[in-house]
């Protein structure tokens, strides 16, 4: 059985339980109290990441970290479909290699921004929405092409790929961090079509309001 180390409020948890719907597959959570418990710097838990971070998968012994990492090795062990990361496919896999970086982007100021409104974090503000406009900007111009071409999703498949479910999360959430979506249609015509994917599931809850500052 799949053990999934999971903060429920986590964009980067919630692309591993949304993977792992698409694909059907059965698994447990450990919920870990990332805020306000920081239970992600605990001994416990730096003794299985000791970058400190959430995700942290374990598959039959195999500890894995790093939520694009884990994707990848989702899709290349339980899709028998080989659709969601065609190994078979280099040219596809250097497409979607390459998105799975995006996405770190995505995470580095969508979700950084998100953090800041919701859980107090201090950063630079002004910094992480400018830069999640500017990775905006740059995927809803690809998406519109693509779909002047005829294409759906992210990479030039004609189905979806562990590429779009690596961009979802912090793309749909980023309202949550004072980045709206209004002015990228491209990028809401997608997100529609990710919603349709068999499997989808949404993110529930909401990070807790009050006026203490993360530590």
Known sequence: MITLYDYELSGNCYKLRLMMSFLGIGYKTVPVDFYPGREHKSEWFLKLNPLGQLPVLEDDGLLLRDAQAILVYLASKYDPSNRWYPRDNPALLGEISQWLAFADGITGTASAARLHDGLFYELDIDAARVGA???????????????????????????????????????????????????????????????????????????????????
């Open 133 to 215: 406009h500017r990775l905006f900007r740059i995927l809803d111009e690809h998406l519109w092409f693509g779909e002047q071409e005829g294409r759906d999703w992210i990479c030039s498949a004609n189905h979806p790929t562990i590429a779009d479910v690596a961009c979802f999360p912090y793309v749909i959430l980023s309202e949550e961090g004072g980045i709206p979506r209004q002015d990228y249609p491209a990028i809401r015509r997608w997100c529609d079509r990710v919603k349709r994917i068999k499997g989808f599931i949404v993110m529930s809850g909401v990070f807790p309001a009050g006026p203490a500052k993360a530590a």
